[in-house]
């Protein structure tokens, strides 16, 4: 049963090496990473990490950072990584949409590289909400046309505190899919609970090209969310960690612990990912 990982962080050394330095240089990095115990990895220690749990592949990407070189200079390293371990990783590109055309132009840069996604977006910390048209809607645009995802941080209205969780609700999610109908967007965190809203058949319609990563999946919520969501978005759930700050022994555990039906586990794991990242129109 093939494993594809559909949301994972990469690191250079360098950052890692630095922390301190980068720390200062971005207020949403520092919320998350200024416990030092908070972990950073690189792609070696990624793919070594696979390798240990079983992993057959991840998508990549750097930190949003709010500054657009900054994000340069991660999907470079996102580049080398992918080129390195081409059959093994799946690079998205991070910018700051508030860049504009500079972000624009940076994520053609990327998928020239072999990039086949963009993400993950940090609204909160790159300072925009996915309400702001004039700030998303040309990256959106140029997505669509290309028929690439976009990944963005989404999060719970309710709940726990926690570091990185950010305004980025359902309803803001819903307006999104609505404003783009023709984008496919992939929602971190289950959507922040946006899955269950589609029994309502209006709200099914507007998501209809819209899918839920997992990705932290044992912080948030119990086990029996999969079953759930799986009698209600069955294609749509893709089987995530938010590595490094999930380890692959906890994340599966977690979706086994689910007892759900082989036919909904190999799609979870990976079976719904290789058709979005993969399309039959592209193989």
Same mark, same amino acid.
């Given at each position: ?116 996604? !963009? ?52 309803? !803001? ?111």
């Amino acid at each position: 049963m093939k494993i594809i990982d559909l949301h994972t962080h990469i690191l250079s050394p360098e950052v890692i090496r630095d922390r301190a330095r980068y720390l200062e240089r971005d207020g949403w990095f520092r919320s998350l990473y200024q416990n030092p115990k908070a972990r950073l990895a690189t792609a070696d220690e990624l793919v070594a990490d696979m390798d240990r749990d079983g992993v057959d592949q991840a998508v990549t990407f750097g930190f949003a950072w709010a500054d657009e070189g900054l994000c340069r200079a991660s999907n470079d390293y996102v580049a080398e990584a992918i080129r390195r371990y081409p059959d093994r990783l799946i690079g998205f590109a991070v910018v700051n949409p508030r860049s504009g055309a500079a972000a624009i132009r940076e994520v053609e840069r990327c998928v020239e590289l072999g990039f086949r996604g !963009v993400g993950e977006l940090l609204p909160d910390g790159q300072g925009y909400t996915l309400d702001e048209a004039d700030v998303l809607d040309p990256l959106l645009n140029w997505l669509e046309e290309q028929g690439l995802p976009l990944l963005a941080h989404t999060n719970e209205p309710v709940g726990h505190a926690y570091c990185g969780k950010g305004c980025n609700t359902p309803e !803001v999610v819903y307006r999104l899919a609505k404003r783009h109908p023709r984008a496919t967007l992939i929602c971190a965190h289950w959507g922040g609970g946006l899955p269950f809203y589609e029994l309502m058949p209006e709200v099914r319609r507007v998501l209809a090209r819209v899918y839920y990563d997992t990705a932290a999946s044992p912080f948030l919520y119990d086990s029996s969310i999969f079953a759930l969501a799986a009698r209600i978005i069955r294609p749509k759930i893709l089987f995530a960690t938010d590595y490094p700050l999930l380890g692959y022994p906890r994340a599966l555990r977690h979706l086994r612990a689910a007892e759900l039906a082989e036919d909904d586990l190999a799609r979870i794991l990976g079976g719904n990912a290789e058709r979005l990242l993969w399309p039959p129109e592209q193989t």
